[in-house]
């Protein structure tokens, strides 16, 4: 089964910044929009932010915009979200996904990973 994988979380202050990485097969960042998905304690899994096969366009959620920058390496089949001004909001498992059939629709992305969790501590 195909997987995407995602790294670079973990414990963090608040205030903070992070960049987190999502990897897969070449297939994947040869071919397919992506996105990030985030789900806190206790909440739905959200959309974060989308990002098209050729980088060119992108798109957030209206709660993350200004603070979080999607962007891809299809050479390194790499997929980034790089946070900044961490708050304890934050917090939660953050997943990749790739060829969706609605952009912010977890359900219809065809991969998706399993997730990396992101604990911010004030």
């Known amino acids: 089964q195909v997987q995407l994988v995602e790294s670079g979380g973990g414990l963090v202050q608040a205030g903070d910044s992070l960049r987190l990485s999502c990897t897969g097969p070449g297939h994947i960042f040869s071919n397919f929009a992506m996105a990030w998905f985030r789900q806190a304690p206790g909440k739905e899994r959200e959309f974060v932010a989308h990002i098209s096969w050729s980088g060119l366009t992108r798109s957030y959620a209206d709660s993350v915009k200004g603070r979080f920058t999607i962007s891809r390496d299809n050479a390194k089949m790499t997929l980034y979200l790089e946070i900044s001004s961490l708050n304890a909001e934050d917090t939660a498992a953050y997943f990749c996904?790739?060829?969706?059939?609605?952009?912010?629709?977890?359900?219809?992305?065809?991969?998706r990973g399993r997730g990396t969790q992101v604990t911010v501590s004030s």
């Open positions: 996904a790739a060829r969706p059939k609605d952009a912010r629709r977890w359900e219809t992305y065809d991969y």
